[in-house]
DNA sequence: TTTATTTATTTGTGATCACATTTACTGTTA
DNA sequence: TAACAGTAAATGTGATCACAAATAAATAAA
């Protein structure tokens, strides 16, 4: 019954509280971002409401908002499925992080107190804990959060949905570029980061941040990767 | 039969072509863009589809949709509606704008070529002759069109429709703008943007660009004006 | 074996319905 | 007059159904 490839999305439990829409939401979008579902490949709502085991209204409403973000494509008038990505796509995304996330932090900068201040140092501690066990899943998830703690310091931010769009698109490439990680770069800028943060530093927290993304993806830019990857996912 | 204030939607010709979902959602994006929406006024699908004449169920699809986008604020569990804006806040998208816009518009330089740049002074006419005419609607769409037609050079652009959702956000302030626009800056940082993509100057084109758009606003920066539109737009 | 054409199946869209929750209204009490 | 409780109306969510368009499958022709 399946057409291509088997899709297999991690359930988690369904809370009470929470809507059906919201949870398929969820779902899905963790499946996108942790690379569960092949890019190019097609979804029909109704195979997906039968892996849920739920009704299609759910899953219609959860791949409207991914489309909205990004994170799903809508092909023509009808199918929906995971972009392809290409090499200079992969490149704008990198860029385009690099630019919006470093003008997060300087924004967020003059916000941060000693309270905010002792959340960051703990959750770069998190980040020291996963990657000591290389859990591959759990470095980038705790990663986000440092960065997402840090930007949403602004109470006034705005720029905190379109960066998590950008990793939404990101993510299926994250997650091949994690299997690669634990052989290169294990240390990141988050100390540097903190350092910038406290000599209030709006200028030294951008380069900390900038470099933190872009040796977060060096590694991917060495040709025969992204070669791959983009075979992998850009082939039909 | 109507709560608060009697919501006027432009109604535009459904295209035959094109799904009822999709026309409601750039109806409804239209609205939004020209502030024909009170910000803090709750929206109901059913009152939507009243008004659209259609049923609740496309409404329902386009409100999501722009939910995603930020152009709507879903609220608690339930309502929807446009969000309110305060003087912190259309700062916060100001100065994002400005660097995501700067960013693009550096980033599509190199793809410029002749007729691409030919494209780009047929729209500044257009934005010339509009303001000529005193169309305040036609120089806000146009001035658009002159910003997405200068990105999309960029074949590989990802940043767009980010930029785009600061658009929308901005949308009903804009219009209030507009209404004052006359009075003050009818002369906009165009020709210095074509120069600067003359001289393949990505630093100053970034200038020309960012100085479009904090011009636009800088005469809503008087503390009066933005006091006036947050008292209309925050106040319950 | 390959290509073209017809048939069968699947799919997205949109409509309608049921229900639990929320909101609005009404009459009553301090 | 203001605050409250109880009732009535309205709302979002989710399910199911109908249908036209699109895709896949099957058959026929080269």
Redesign the interface.
């Known amino acids: 019954m399946d057409k291509k490839s088997p899709i297999q999305i991690t359930l988690t439990k369904r809370d009470e509280a929470v809507?059906i829409t919201q949870w398929v939401y969820s779902t899905l979008r963790n499946a996108v971002m942790n690379g569960q579902i092949l890019p190019g490949r097609a979804l029909t709502i109704r195979e997906l409401a039968a892996i849920l085991d739920v009704s299609p209204m759910p899953v219609?409403?959860a791949l409207?908002?991914l489309?909205?973000?990004?994170a799903l494509e809508i092909q023509g008038?009808r199918r929906v499925m995971v972009p392809k990505m290409?090499a200079?796509?992969f490149?704008?995304?990198c860029?385009?992080r690099i630019?919006?996330e470093s003008?997060a932090a300087a924004?967020a900068l003059p916000y941060i107190d000693k309270d905010k201040r002792a959340q960051l140092i703990a959750l770069d501690k998190d980040i020291d804990d996963a990657q000591d066990k290389g859990d591959l899943e759990q470095i980038t998830v705790r990663n986000q959060r440092f960065h997402r703690c840090l930007y949403t310091a602004?109470?006034?931010?705005?720029?905190l949905?379109?960066i998590e769009?950008?990793w939404l698109?990101l993510g299926p490439f994250m997650k091949l570029a994690n299997s690669r990680l634990k052989e290169h770069y294990t240390i990141d800028r988050h100390n540097e980061a903190l350092e910038a943060i406290n000599k209030k530093d709006a200028l030294a927290l951008q380069m900390a941040i900038a470099s933190d993304i872009r040796e977060g993806f060096a590694f991917a830019g060495t040709p025969e990767l992204l070669y791959n990857f983009i075979e992998q996912s850009g082939a039909e």
């Not at 489309?67 to 990004?70: K, M, Q, R, V």
């Not at 602004?154 to 720029?159: E, I, K």
């Open positions: 809507t219609r409403e409207r908002q489309a909205a973000e990004n008038n290409t200079m796509k490149s704008e995304l860029e385009a630019t919006l003008h924004r602004n109470p006034h931010q705005v720029t949905p379109l769009s950008l698109q």
